[in-house]
């Protein structure tokens, strides 16, 4: 009975992050199209514990903005 019990708590657990996950998932997308518009040769990478499929519902999202360049004016 508590093995039965303990296998539905999990089943709910992981399809509450599956839902987080995917929520994340599509407002990352949604950054890196931002992103991308107002910046030409840059992406948005993910990095911590929901790019290596850890994270919790409480979990943040590590995000870096690479290939940005610095442009500076000489007088």
Known sequence: MV???IKSQIKLFEH???S???EREHM???IDRAIRSQFTHTSVK???SQANM???DS???D???TGLQHHSNSL
Request: aromatic share 4%; proline share 0%; no cysteine.
């Open 3 to 5: 093995s039965t019990q």
């Open 16 to 18: 509450k992050l599956d």
């Open 20 to 22: 987080v996950r995917k």
């Open 28 to 30: 990352i997308l949604i």
């Open 46 to 48: 993910q990095y911590g």
């Open 54 to 56: 850890l994270a919790l």
């Open 59 to 61: 979990s943040d999202v």
């Open 63 to 65: 995000l870096a903005v």
